[in-house]
């Protein structure tokens, strides 16, 4: 079954930056969608970002102007890079994937961001 795993999560300081990436394995038919959502302690699962595979991207109001979304041609790898980082912006990373066989979701990966 398709496989998403994301990098790149860590620890930093206010007005820092990271970049985070997810790779898809086992991947046969192509993605519809892929994109990035966030989870903080005692909130809901957010929309940060998404990109189509025409190229189409969206962005939640919370990061625009901070954070980018992009791909890689094959459309088997997102990236999100994050600039400005916030302490706001600690939560839990997850990347999202959807072809025409169902829908996709990584592990998570944590980033926490010190005031």
């Known amino acids: 079954q398709v496989q998403l795993v994301e990098s790149g999560g860590g620890l930093v300081q206010s007005g820092e930056s990271l970049k985070l990436s997810c790779v898809a394995s086992?991947?046969?038919?192509?993605?519809?969608?892929m994109g990035w959502y966030r989870q903080a302690p005692e909130n809901a699962r957010e929309f940060i970002a998404s990109?189509?595979?025409?190229?189409?991207?969206n962005y939640a109001d919370s990061v625009k102007g901070r954070f980018t979304i992009s791909r890689d041609n094959a459309f088997k790898t997102v990236y999100l890079q994050m600039n400005s980082l916030k302490s706001e912006d600690t939560a839990v990373y997850y990347c999202?994937?959807?072809?025409?066989?169902?829908?996709?979701w990584g592990q998570g990966t944590q980033v926490t961001v010190s005031s």
């Open positions: 999202h994937a959807r072809n025409n066989r169902g829908t996709y």
């Open positions: 990109i189509t595979s025409g190229g189409d991207t």
């Open positions: 086992r991947s046969i038919f192509g993605f519809y969608v």
